[in-house]
């Protein structure tokens, strides 16, 4: 008998997303340095991590509560909050270029959204004005803040076995050993 495992389009997406960033590396050094480069492609990266942000944070919020109707950054942080109150914590390496975010962290705070959510905003709507904003810090903070999401979404599958994901360049270090994902209960 064969079995197929299968892949969540969510995490295809982020795969295809892990991909670029791996491209992108060849022309630009993914180090703190370079972290106000802008571009047009950390522009779509910014852009297109983001978008996924709100489809799976909505998404999430349901799974956490299924009477959940959040709408918006604002909304996903409440319902977030509220099922996993650990979740800003999360963290996010990308061991190969030693770099580690907490996308997450400003919801520890007041603050509704966090600041590279803030830029995909400025970039979305207002990029003739505010186009330095595409930069390497938000276009890997927003990647990062996706994968997160996915980890804490496909959580149950993932212990289950149902699912396997196998990133190339982010990681949660708490969560990988000899190459395999492992959560703690």
């Given at each position: 008998?064969?079995?197929?495992?299968?892949a969540?389009?969510?995490?295809?997406?982020?795969?295809s997303?892990?991909?670029?960033?791996?491209?992108?590396?060849?022309?630009?050094?993914?180090?703190?340095?370079?972290?106000?480069?802008?571009?047009?492609?950390l522009?779509?990266?910014l852009?297109t991590a983001?978008?996924e942000?709100?489809v799976v944070a909505?998404?999430?919020?349901?799974?956490l509560?299924?009477?959940?109707?959040?709408?918006?950054i604002?909304?996903?942080?409440?319902?977030?909050?509220?099922?996993n109150?650990?979740?800003?914590?999360?963290?996010?390496e990308?061991?190969?270029?030693?770099l580690?975010?907490?996308?997450?962290?400003?919801?520890?705070?007041?603050n509704?959204?966090?600041?590279?959510w803030q830029?995909?905003?400025?970039?979305?709507?207002?990029?003739h004005?505010?186009?330095?904003?595409a930069?390497?810090?938000?276009?890997?903070?927003?990647?990062?803040g996706?994968?997160?999401?996915?980890?804490h979404?496909?959580?149950n599958?993932?212990?289950?076995g149902?699912?396997?994901?196998?990133?190339?360049?982010?990681?949660r270090?708490?969560?990988?050993?000899?190459?395999?994902?492992?959560?703690?209960?």
């Amino acid at each position: 008998m064969i079995m197929a495992l299968i892949a969540p389009t969510h995490w295809n997406y982020f795969l295809s997303l892990e991909d670029d960033i791996d491209h992108l590396s060849r022309f630009i050094e993914l180090t703190e340095t370079n972290f106000g480069c802008f571009s047009l492609e950390l522009a779509r990266i910014l852009l297109t991590a983001s978008s996924e942000v709100d489809v799976v944070a909505k998404q999430y919020c349901k799974a956490l509560d299924e009477q959940s109707k959040a709408q918006s950054i604002g909304k996903y942080k409440e319902g977030i909050l509220k099922g996993n109150p650990g979740f800003p914590d999360t963290v996010v390496e990308m061991p190969r270029f030693g770099l580690v975010f907490t996308p997450w962290r400003e919801w520890k705070t007041n603050n509704p959204s966090p600041y590279w959510w803030q830029s995909y905003n400025k970039v979305k709507h207002q990029r003739h004005t505010h186009f330095e904003r595409a930069n390497l810090k938000n276009a890997l903070n927003s990647v990062a803040g996706l994968f997160a999401l996915l980890m804490h979404y496909y959580q149950n599958q993932l212990n289950t076995g149902q699912y396997q994901f196998d990133p190339k360049t982010f990681r949660r270090p708490e969560l990988f050993h000899d190459g395999l994902v492992l959560f703690k209960e």
